[in-house]
Every structure is written in structure tokens, then in C-alpha cells.
């Protein structure tokens, strides 16, 4: 083999190991269904809180993408990198989390629900929030977005036609909201 084609293969080479890390290392929002770099778009670190509170949440790194305190009640939607471990022999990894979940800390007591988007069980007193609060989750959703993604303009660059047509109402609402409002 000559130089050249030595130097050649060795790019290719170190070109796909980075683009596997990269892909690797790639977090899809639980609201949007943005896939993004964690290194380049940045939401809020989850509050050391959530693991002490609720020890289901096993994340490596979790990040805060909608928060809201009522009635003595803070809920967050968080999604994470999760570590993944074999029930028999081999070794642990680390990869995204798919949906996220939604915390209802109270006190010192923590539930869990999956959330995917704005959907979660809504047959129990603590998930049925007034429509009031869902908006005021959903306002404080879109704004945590375009300061994670460096602008409104940013973030709403990264959504698609599909994802707006599949969003919950509530959460529609008040992207348009967010859209007409002034200032980037």
C-alpha cells in the first residue's frame, strides 16, 4: 500500500469513527422529537433532586426540557443519557433515553410517569393539571428550547411540518404563541 493510500484509508478511518460518535452520542428531545448534540444545544442539568428523590430515574446525565411548580407539586419533564445493564453476564451501557418521563416532586416524595410529548396518565389526581398549567408548562417548554438551541430562530429552524401536525394541542397553542411573539 503507498503513503497516499495509507493516509487515505486513515482519514476514512478517523471521518467514521467520529460520525459513529457523533450519531452515538445524539438525544432526541421527549417533546419535540429533535434529535440534537448535547455538546452543542444546551438544556438545564436535571436538579441532583430527581436522583435522590427518585431512585427509578437511573440517568447518567438527564436534562430538564419543562418545569412547573403549583400547589406545592414541581413537575419536570426530563429525558436523559440512561445507563443500560444486562440482567446476566456483560457490560453496561450508556445510551439515550427514548421518551423521557415527567417528575411530580412533592416534599421528599418523587413519582414517575412516561411522557411522551404532553401525554402521560391522566387518571390520578396528581397528573390531572388545570388547563392553566399546562399552558404555563407548555410557555415555559418552548422558551427553555430556543435558549437550549441559541435562539427562537434556532429552534424553530429544527421543526418539521410533522412535528407541529403531531403535537398536543396545549403545546400547539402556545408554539404559535411563542412564534408571533417579538425578538429572537
Not at 34 to 57: G, L, N, T, W
Not at 121 to 135: C, G, I, S, V, Y
Not at 157 to 170: G, I, S
Request: hydrophobic share 40%; proline share 7%; with cysteine.
Amino acid at each position: 500500500m503507498t503513503r497516499s493510500t495509507q493516509t487515505v484509508c486513515l482519514a476514512l478511518f478517523w471521518l467514521a469513527a467520529a460520525v459513529t460518535s457523533q450519531t452515538q452520542n445524539l438525544m432526541t428531545d421527549p417533546i419535540f422529537g429533535i434529535s440534537y448534540d448535547p455538546r452543542r444545544v444546551r438544556f438545564e442539568e436535571a436538579p441532583a433532586k430527581i436522583s435522590s428523590a427518585c431512585p427509578q430515574i437511573r440517568n447518567e446525565r438527564a436534562w430538564v426540557y419543562a418545569r412547573l411548580r403549583t400547589q406545592g407539586v414541581e413537575y419536570l419533564i426530563v429525558s436523559g443519557l440512561t445507563r443500560i445493564c444486562p440482567d446476566g453476564p456483560g457490560s453496561c451501557e450508556v445510551a439515550p433515553d427514548v421518551t423521557g418521563v415527567i417528575v411530580a416532586l412533592r416534599g421528599s416524595g418523587c413519582s414517575v410517569e412516561a411522557a411522551d410529548g404532553f401525554y402521560w396518565r391522566k387518571n390520578d389526581p396528581l397528573w390531572e393539571l388545570p388547563p392553566t398549567a399546562l399552558e404555563s408548562m407548555a410557555r415555559d417548554a418552548v422558551h427553555r428550547y430556543a435558549k437550549a438551541f441559541g435562539g427562537k430562530k434556532n429552534f424553530l429552524d429544527n421543526l418539521t411540518p410533522r412535528t407541529r401536525e403531531h403535537l398536543e394541542p396545549v403545546m400547539r397553542k402556545q408554539l404559535e404563541v411563542f412564534e408571533r411573539e417579538p425578538g429572537d
